[in-house]
Nanobody
Framework: QVQLVESGGGVVQAGGSLRLSCAAPGSTLKAYTMGWFRQAPGKEREFVAAISWSGIVTYYTDSVKGRFTISRYNNKNTVVLQMNSLNAEDTAVYYC???????????????????WGRGAQVTVSS
C-alpha cells in the first residue's frame, strides 16, 4: 500500500500560479509512474499529467499543455505539479496518483492509477 499526500492547494486569481506537491511517506516513488488527476464539481475525474519513473517521459492533457509542468525528485521522494496561467476551468480537487512503474504515461491517462491521494483543492477566482 502506498500513501500519497498532496499539499500546496489554495485559492488564486485567474492568471496566477500554484505549485502542488505529492509525498509518499514510507514508500519509494521511484518504483512508480506518477500522475495528477482532477475532479471539478459535477464532473468526472480526469487526467491532467503523468511522468515516468525515470522522469524522462511526461504526458499532458491538451488543456494544460504549455501551462502545467510535472516534475519528480526521486531523491526527495516528491512529485510536483507547477501550474501557471490558471483559469476558472482549472478549479477542481487535484489528486496525486501512482501506478506500477511499467505503466506507460499514456496508459495511466486512460486506465488511471493503483494508488490515490486524498486530494487538494485548487480554486481559481475570476
Amino acid at each position: 500500500q502506498v500513501q500519497l499526500v498532496e499539499s500546496g492547494g489554495g485559492v488564486v486569481q485567474a492568471g496566477g500560479s500554484l505549485r502542488l506537491s505529492c509525498a509518499a511517506p514510507g514508500s519509494t516513488l521511484k518504483a512508480y509512474t506518477m500522475g495528477w488527476f482532477r475532479q471539478a464539481p459535477g464532473k468526472e475525474r480526469e487526467f491532467v499529467a503523468a511522468i515516468s519513473w525515470s522522469g524522462i517521459v511526461t504526458y499532458y492533457t491538451d488543456s494544460v499543455k504549455g501551462r502545467f509542468t510535472i516534475s519528480r525528485y526521486n531523491n526527495k521522494n516528491t512529485v510536483v505539479l507547477q501550474m501557471n496561467s490558471l483559469n476558472a476551468e482549472d478549479t477542481a480537487v487535484y489528486y496525486c496518483a501512482a501506478a506500477q512503474r511499467i505503466t506507460a504515461v499514456q496508459t495511466m491517462a486512460v486506465r488511471g492509477a493503483d494508488y490515490w491521494g486524498r486530494g487538494a483543492q485548487v480554486t481559481v477566482s475570476s
